[in-house]
């Protein structure tokens, strides 16, 4: 059995945003309900909510890729603006192994109500990494066009990790949009409207992230180690609550582009040009409740994926316009097909299924337990899942069904300082993983 434990992993961290907002220029009380603060008592109680609040989290843990490490992570919420949040984490183990992550969320600027502002940055070396590279990979025997085949090894080696991502993200005026950008980030109340309009009905946006991603792995220098481009992503979120959706749904497609330098003076930095698309939908139904299990939810999703360049030959490079493993469609990891480690499967196109069964019990110790109680933690939820998905070379429905690979699993979940932290034991074929990771899967 492969055991790979991480906690609040820097990868993960990609999908934290705006801890702790609730509303730009109102008071939410504890039922959910906003109250425009009209005396000045309740403005400055109003003004109090959002100064600037940090919380640490220190933690120990053992995996398999960084040994025995200590770290912390840190939440600087409404951060100079209402909505607006910093996220850095730091990493360090026995292995000599270190992990660094800065994140910035949710800031505007000045008559720009529609717009978001986010930045992302990664830093990482790992002395004894888990990779899977491409069948023949390792000094210079990699055969030209392979190297993102779906045929890979499992290695161990010294890996240096990087991405830097700025996400501009414009916030269409419809739905919860429609006052506004900082606005949109709130929570829908039990008595909102709800449709499957988007006209009407949750929030649309379009979001426009440069990033830079690189990795080099000592002993496989023939590997691709830096991609860079653009990725545009329109999304819609008809979710009641991020955190604990119970109705609605969610809609992404992304495209991502990378333009190439394969004239670039420096042959280290030349890239083939390539394209991506990923597609996702959720779906959240309520099941009702009990007296045990007053909140009983069934979570569904399917992703979607190909690289449509795959097979585009470049005669003058003699290589295929195709990412690298680290940038392109693959399944395994903390979010898709769990059982497996990350990028386990690589290959031009992917689909994958899953659902949940997510249960919030009456019964709620974890806020009177030491170290617990020294956070706010409003819920938790047990959860039982399964997964099934496949990669496949070419962009075909039969290949991708066929032979499926599958997951079954559990885990618990809970908010903390409005941060969602899940544990999870997910087994796999011939392969199994527990995960401590933040946010939800989706």
Do not use: C
């Amino acid at each position: 059995m492969l055991f790979s434990v991480i906690a609040i992993f820097p990868v993960a961290a990609e999908k934290l945003a705006n801890p702790g907002i609730r509303v730009t220029s109102s008071d939410v009380h504890d039922d959910g309900n906003v109250i425009e603060p009209v005396a000045s008592a309740d403005s400055e109680r109003a003004r109090d909510k959002f100064e600037p609040e940090f919380v640490a989290v220190p933690f120990i843990f053992s995996t398999e890729t960084l040994s025995t490490t200590v770290g912390g992570a840190g939440v600087l919420k409404h951060a100079g603006q209402p909505q607006a949040s910093i996220l850095g984490i730091g990493l360090y183990s026995s292995n000599d192994s270190w992990v660094s992550y800065l994140g910035v969320s949710n800031y505007q600027l000045p008559k720009l109500d529609q717009w978001l502002f986010s930045g992302e940055f990664y830093q990482a070396n790992y002395k004894q990494g888990i990779y899977f590279v491409p069948e023949g990979s390792g000094g210079d025997n990699l055969v030209p066009g392979a190297s993102d085949s779906s045929q890979r090894d499992r290695i161990v080696t010294e890996g240096d990790e990087s991405y830097s991502k700025v996400h501009i993200k414009y916030v269409l005026p419809w739905g919860k949009g429609a006052n506004g950008a900082a606005r949109s980030l709130m929570p829908s109340k039990q008595g909102d409207d709800f449709t499957w309009d988007p006209r009407e009905s949750g929030v649309t946006s379009i979001e426009i992230t440069p990033f830079v991603k690189t990795q080099e792995l000592v002993g496989y220098e023939d590997l691709p180690t830096k991609a860079q481009g653009l990725e545009v992503k329109l999304d819609w979120d008809n979710r009641d609550n991020g955190k604990n959706s119970t109705r609605g749904g969610h809609t992404s497609l992304t495209f991502s582009r990378d333009f190439g330098s394969s004239g670039s003076s420096d042959a280290a930095d030349n890239r083939e040009s390539w394209t991506t698309w990923e597609f996702e939908q959720s779906a959240f139904f309520s099941l009702g409740g009990s007296s045990w299990f007053p909140q009983q939810i069934l979570a569904l999703n399917f992703y979607l994926a190909d690289t449509p360049t795959w097979n585009e030959y470049d005669s003058t490079s003699n290589g295929y316009h195709r990412p690298p493993s680290f940038s392109g469609v693959s399944l395994g990891g903390f979010e898709h097909l769990r059982g497996y480690s990350s990028r386990q499967f690589v290959g031009r196109s992917a689909v994958l299924y899953s659902a949940e069964y997510r249960v919030q019990p009456e019964w709620q110790p974890l806020q009177s337990l030491p170290i617990f109680n020294l956070y706010d933690v409003p819920w938790w939820q047990w959860v039982v899942f399964a997964e099934a998905g496949q990669v496949a070379d070419n962009f075909s429905a039969s290949e991708l069904h066929d032979d499926m690979k599958w997951t079954l699993g559990v885990g618990a979940r809970f908010e903390v300082e409005s941060v969602v932290v899940r544990a999870e034991f997910a087994q796999g074929e011939g392969s199994s993983q527990f995960w401590v990771m933040v946010n939800q899967p989706f």
